[in-house]
Structure formats: structure tokens, C-alpha cells
């Protein structure tokens, strides 16, 4: 027993003696692999270093990624279920957070941390999620998120571009199946010379700030940017140097893929369909379908009534035939179905549903001036697509004031321009909440908002507030916006450059397996329907006036499309661009008024400065009072001068009133710098004595150092007293504070000038309490 008990203490001294080399070793081994983190470096051809590394950070995600140019970092994740939801689509989302930590800010809300998402948040998140979905497997349908997080903001490098990137590499790092990559670019334009990823300096100076999203082959899967009225030519330049570039992007993460990725996750294949319910679907539906879509007749609604009446006869008459099939497969086999023969149909006749030809636009129609108590106000008809669109004229206080991060991305502190679109439910005959605004609106309205926003004036008096309501929707309702948009502006009477217009621009390709480099057939379709827009692919919005492009915007749902079809319907949209700017001359010409007398104006208001506290009054009380009475404000530009905001003409006219009963006064003597005036004193003080030159006069501090040659404690001691009058030199107003400056003490001796009485008349000025001695005199005032 004894002995078994030594050899275990034997043994236990030689594991504790190991054991501490073994916890080194594995320390060293962990220490190693966390320190490893594969990164490949992308030379641009501007000579900057765009790094993409993997591996150090959020090692249980499925993939992930930080891009790093210059000091700003984006970490990117991606994480997909294991298992399918049974969804009929891709249940993708993309979160995007901007970190105040990141810049070195703290959020400056109540509860001082980030809250919900901002403006700037969603529409980053937006311009990630169209850069990605076109490249997923239509078979993969599987929860996935894409969370895009800031490390570190510096303030030359924006981070929106590179989460797209950064989305990309970890997409392509990680199992999820996805035929990428892609690489993300923004084009800058200054002095017609294309800039690749400017600084935020540089963007001051461009008129371009696009990006362009591009996958291998020069195929081009996103476009998003504004302009300052940019030339067609210029632009198209920019689109083709951005897609060369982002092939650099791509490359880099190839490699990095190639060395660092993951295998790709086998997928599951969608149920497949007995051939027998193929043809029969298609036997008992094809030519009803071609009738529809033969019958221009129709509308929206009657159109999509057909259609679905279609859908329930051909499943029930399917699943009688053939009872034991699953009817959710048949009622997708028909979708499919009914989806072919519309894109069928558009490239054999050349004909849309509507009757149209393909480059032909809806019947529009506008009006202007629509209710008399509005600024502005404009109805836009594009077919069933209506917008409704009123302008509000404010003070420049009523700016946008933005956060601090959306300031230092934007270099903007605040807007005194900005866009408000709504999408009620009945706009598309349905019911629904109506609530906070949704990611849909706000990518729409910023859409809108960027048309409009080269064309208002640098240099305006007022906050303009455009609220855009759409009535009824049936394709197009962003574009429709700046349509109606730009002819509320001109009726509100702010000084356009020149009107604005917007289209959106189809696409129908035929290809096969995924190789949509090489189409086999296609077709442009200009001013898009609702049910074009969803069995198409793709959806470009272009506004923009008759000299160039303010906005675009291009969601492709294909894995990409050829420079060539882009350049093509550049070119369409800019012709249907010039036809509808014609019919809104047409209707704007007409209508426009010169003045409407609920327009809000301004002024100035320019005071003496000792005025300025009988005009603010005790806590500023006067101007809320003349707010409240009038709905005049008043804002200080400096200590005298002050601007005028009133909402109308005869707004104005009384607030000028009602100031000018408030600063009148009796007629003010103009006093003589060096003169010696009669003052009396009206109040004792311990630093002096409150004296007035004449009755109306506001009393003025005679301070205790300017009543005599020598040093006194209390104006008493020199027997002065309420009532007594003294003689007194005036030497002007302070500059700053705009008080007198009067003294007593520089008198005490022989009179040099005449005194001058401005309180008492002549006749009786000879009994002054100081004596007229000397040859001195009062007089009146």
C-alpha cells in the first residue's frame, strides 16, 4: 500500500512538471493562430492600398472580412441557417451600423449609445444588399444576415463602398454558396477627370459620386450615384473606368479565396416537378395567358384578376388530374410558367401588355397650383402611377440638423432642402398599417431627393420641405416623384435652374446557364410597368434635366449585365427624358404664377445697439411675444442687425408695426461729443449715481471714479442726492456696449463750452443748481 502510494506521488511531481511546458505551448499555439490572419493587399491604379484580411476577428461566423483604406476599417459578417425555412425566395438581410466609437464620438441622444437605424444606416444597408442578392443561387434559400460594422471612421475615407466589398470577400471566404465575388468602386468626376475612391475633399470638388458594383467579366451588377447635372458622355466614362477597376477588387479576393476559403456548403435542390404537371400546366394555361397579355385593354387590376383567375382554374383542374401532387408545387410551377411566356412574348412581338412598342411612354398628364393656401404644389399622371407633391417654405431654422457621424460622412452640418415620400397602402388598392417610414420609402425618397437636389439653388432664403404622397402606384413612383417634385419647386417660386425628370428603364434577357456575358436576345423597355418591373430584369432609374443626369440608380437581378446593354438604355433614358420635360414645360408654362400671397418672406431689421435689449426684453419675452401675436421670427446675425422670417406679406406688415410701437421713442436730441450737457440723477448706487440728459432718456451710470478729482466711496459723501442737477461731459457711446460715457470730473474747473440744458426751457435754465457762470448757458433741446 505504501509502496502504490509513492509511485503516485511519483508520478504526480512529473505531470505538474510537464504541465507548465504544456500550458506554454499550447498558449504559443493559440497566440500563433490568432495572430495569423491571411490579408491580401489591392493596388488601385490612383496608387492607394485597398486591404482585405480574414481570420483575427468573429471566427464563429460563417465568414468574415475587414477592409482597410487608409485609417478606416470595415468588418463585415456573414451567417447562413443550416437548414431551409421552405421560403419561395432568399430571406437576405443586410445590417449596417455606423459606431460614433468608430469616429471617436460619443452619440449625443439621451441614453448616450446607438439607437435604431439612421437614414444614412438603411441606405449603406440597401446599397450592400443590391450588390449581393443578384449572386446567389436561385436554389439557396436559406435565413441568411449580413452585418456590416465599423471599426474605425477616419475623415478622408468613407466606409459605405467598402462594406460592399467587404460583404463580397466574406461571402466568398465562407461556405455559403454564392457566385461571386464582386468588387465595389466609387467614381468621382473633377475637372472631366474620373477619380477612383476620392477622399472626402476630393468629393467637395466633384460633380460625380457614383458607385458602381461589377463582377468578373466587366458585368455590371449595381449602379447608384447623383450628379451635378453630368453629361451622358462623362457619365457613361465613369461607369466603364468603375468596372475596370472593381475587376482589381475582385482579383484580390480570388486569391485570397483560393488560399484562405472554405469549401462551399452542398445545396439542396428544389423538389422537382413530374414533367407530366409541366405539360399540363402549361396545356391548360398558355393560351389564356397569351390572351391577356394580348388584351391592352386592360388595366392593373383586370390584368392581375386574370391572371390570378387563371392561376386557381389551372391548379384545381392539375391537382384533380393528378391528386397526389403537392399543390404548393403546382402553384409554383405556374408562376414560373406565367413569368416565361410574359418575357416569351416581349422578345418574339416586340409588343408590351399595355399595347405600348418598346421605347414608347404612358400617357401623362400634370397639373400646377392645386390648393390656394400652399406654397407649391404639382399632380404628376404617368399611366396608374400618381404622385401628389406640396412644397413648404420655412426659416432657415427649420434645417435637417444631422448627427454628428452623418456630418462628418456627408460634410454637411445641416439641409435646408430635403424630400419626404410616402407609400400608403391604398396607393396599390391594399390595406395596411400605416406607421414609422420603411426601408422601401426611404431608399425611394433619397432617390428622389438626390434628382432634385442640383437644380434648387445654392443660395436660398428658406428651408424647403418637399412631401411627395403617392396615390396610386403602378411602376415608376420615384421617378414619377422628381417629376412631380421639380414642378411644385417652380410653383412655389424658388428659382430652379431648370426643370427635372426621371424614368425608369426595363430589361428582358435570355441566356443560359448563368452566363449572361453572352445573351442571346434582349430587350430595353422604357418607362416601366409594376408587372414589367417584377417578371424583369432589371430596373434603372435615371433623372435628370435636359443637360445631363442628377440621379441613377440600377437594381439588375441577374448576375450581371454587359457595358453594352447599360450604355443602350443610358441612351433610351435620356431620349424619354427629353419627352416628358416638354410636356411639363408645356403644363408648367401655362399655370405659373407670378405671386401667390401666402409665399413667406423675409427682411432685415437694423438697430443701434443700446436698442438691442428693448427689442430682445427680459428673457427674450418681445420676440416670442411678436411670435406668438404675428408668427414673425427674428434671428440675431450680430449684436445690431437682425433677419426676418413671416410667412406672408401681411405677416410682415404688422410684425414691422407692432416693432416699430416698441422701439418708438420721443424724438432723441443728437448729442455733441465734448459738449457739456445738465444732467439729472435719478438714483443713488454704491459705484454712482443713474443720471438722464432728457425726460424719455433710459438712465445711464455715472460710475464714482467720474464724479470727482478725488477717490470717493459713496456718491452721498459729495452731497449729491435724487433731483440734483449737475453738469456733465459727454464723450460718445461705448462701441461694445453702447452706453454713454459721461463725466463729471473732468469739468471741475474753468468751463471750456457751453452747458446745455436738454431737460428745462430756456427762461428757466439761469437757476441751475451748478450755476451759469462764466459766459455758461442752457438751452433747450
Known sequence: ?????????????????????????????????????????????????????????????????????GDTAVMVTAVAKQKSQNAS??????????????????????????????????????LVDRSIRPLFPAEFRYDTQIVCNMLAIDSANPPDVQAINGASAALALSDIPWNGPVGAVRVGLVDNEVIINPTRKEMQLSSLDLVVTATRQNLVVMLEGRGNVVNENELRMAIKKGTKEAQLIINGIERLQKSFGKPKRPLEPLPAVDEEIQNAVRTMSEMRLREIFRDYSHDKFSRDQAVSKTRTDTIDKVWSSYPNADPSVISETYNKFVKSVFREMLLEENRRCDGRGLDDLRKISCSVNLHKPLHGSALFQRGQTQVFCTVALDSPESALRLDPIASLDSGMKSKNFFLHYEFPPYATGETGKIGPIGRREIGHGALAEKGLVPIIPNEHPFTIRLTAEVLESNGSSSMATVCAGSMALMDAGVPVQEAAAGVAIGLITKYENDDTKHLQDYCILTDLLGIEDYMGDMDMKVAGTRRGMTAIQADIKVPGIPLKVVMEALQKSMEARFKILDLMDETIGATRTVRKDCWPVTDRLVIEAHQRSKLLGP???????????????????????????????????????????????????????????TARIVELRDTGVMVTLYPSMPPTLLHNSQLDQ????????????????????????????????????????????????????????????????????????
Not at 25 to 36: G, V
Not at 103 to 113: M, S
Not at 737 to 760: E, F, H
Open 1 to 69: 500500500m505504501l509502496h502504490n502510494i509513492a509511485k503516485l506521488c511519483q508520478y504526480r511531481r512529473k505531470v505538474f512538471h510537464i504541465l507548465p511546458h504544456l500550458r506554454c505551448a499550447t498558449r504559443r499555439q493559440i497566440s500563433a493562430s490568432a495572430l495569423e490572419s491571411p490579408e491580401v493587399d489591392v493596388a488601385l491604379s490612383t496608387g492607394r492600398i485597398l486591404r482585405i484580411s480574414s481570420g483575427k476577428y468573429a471566427r464563429f461566423a460563417d465568414g468574415c472580412s475587414v477592409v482597410t483604406i
Open 89 to 126: 425566395f432568399l430571406p437576405l438581410v443586410v445590417d449596417y451600423r455606423q459606431k460614433s466609437a468608430a469616429a471617436g464620438r460619443i452619440p449625443t441622444n439621451f441614453l448616450r449609445r446607438e439607437l435604431g437605424p439612421s437614414e444614412k444606416e438603411i441606405l449603406s444597408a440597401r
Open 619 to 677: 428673457g427674450g419675452t418681445n420676440l416670442r411675444r411678436l411670435y406668438l401675436e404675428t408668427g414673425v421670427q427674428l434671428t440675431s446675425d450680430d449684436e445690431t442687425s437682425f433677419r426676418m422670417f413671416a410667412p406672408s406679406d401681411a405677416a410682415m406688415h404688422e410684425a414691422k408695426e407692432h416693432l416699430e410701437n416698441l422701439l418708438k421713442a420721443e424724438k432723441i436730441p443728437d448729442l455733441e461729443f465734448g459738449a457739456i450737457y
Open 710 to 781: 478725488r477717490k470717493i466711496a459713496h456718491p452721498s459723501a459729495l452731497g449729491l442726492h435724487v433731483g440734483t442737477e449737475i453738469q456733465v461731459k459727454y464723450f460718445g457711446r461705448d462701441p461694445v456696449s453702447g452706453y454713454m460715457r459721461l463725466s463729471r470730473k473732468v469739468l471741475q474747473g474753468p468751463a471750456t463750452a457751453m452747458i446745455r440744458n436738454l431737460d428745462r426751457p430756456a427762461a428757466t435754465a439761469a437757476s441751475a443748481t451748478n450755476g451759469t457762470t462764466n459766459g455758461v448757458e442752457d438751452v433747450k433741446s
